[in-house]
Structure formats: structure tokens, C-alpha cells
Nanobody, 122 residues
Framework: QVQLVESGGGLAQPGGSLRLSCAAS????????MSWARQAPGKGLEWVSG????????YYADSVKGRFTISRDNAKNTLYLQMDSLKPEDTALYYC???????????????WGQGTQVTVSL
């Protein structure tokens, strides 16, 4: 029933930008915090960013702070991740995730999307 579908991934050059989207359904989107996480081959899952249920507060991993911006449109049940100043180290499979609470607690995630691939390379 709960469904999270990511889109917007692709190939970008270092210094370039991509905007990821996550279409959510099957739950009251505006009642829950949402997060983005990523995983690269040979690496563990890394929490990237989270946003409070009403969008009033945002949180970022140090690795992306100042470069990525998380946002949401509760009227459209959509989560976004604007990625600027991309680095090769940002190459990963990016997942949209539903938090279990209105507030962002990184380990409290109960649903995940299928992921969208982001590759940053010359």
C-alpha cells in the first residue's frame, strides 16, 4: 500500500546539478517526516537528509551540507532533493524513505523506495 517512487537520477559532471523527486502514496504524507539515503558499491547505507512533516525543519549529513537541499510539497505528496555542486563521491543509489514520526530520527524509517541511480563522472 505504501509506495515511494524515485525519479530524476542520471549522469552529471562534477560541479553539475540534479533534482531527485519521490512520489509518495498509501499514507498520510503530511503527517510524517521524510528522508533521503544513499548507498554506493562497497559502502554502507548513508543517511543524507531529512525533513519534518510540515517542511519546517531540515537536516543534512555533513557530507552534503551546503550542496544539497531537501524540500517537500505536501499538496502533491512529493519529496525532492536538489543536488548542486556534485562530486564523484556523490555517486550512489539514492533512496526515498518514510520516517515513522513527524520528526526526523534517522534510524526510524519503515518504508523505502526502489532507488534511483546518480552517477557523477567526467
Amino acid at each position: 500500500q505504501v509506495q515511494l517512487v524515485e525519479s530524476g537520477g542520471g549522469l552529471a559532471q562534477p560541479g553539475g546539478s540534479l533534482r531527485l523527486s519521490c512520489a509518495a502514496s498509501g499514507f498520510n504524507f503530511s503527517s510524517y517526516a521524510m528522508s533521503w539515503a544513499r548507498q554506493a558499491p562497497g559502502k554502507g547505507l548513508e543517511w543524507v537528509s531529512g525533513i519534518y512533516s510540515d517542511g519546517s525543519d531540515t537536516y543534512y549529513a555533513d557530507s552534503v551540507k551546503g550542496r544539497f537541499t531537501i524540500s517537500r510539497d505536501n499538496a502533491k505528496n512529493t519529496l525532492y532533493l536538489q543536488m548542486d555542486s556534485l562530486k564523484p563521491e556523490d555517486t550512489a543509489l539514492y533512496y526515498c524513505a518514510k520516517n515513522e514520526d513527524p520528526w526526523v530520527i534517522r534510524n526510524r524509517i519503515d518504508y523505502w523506495g526502489q532507488g534511483t541511480q546518480v552517477t557523477v563522472s567526467l
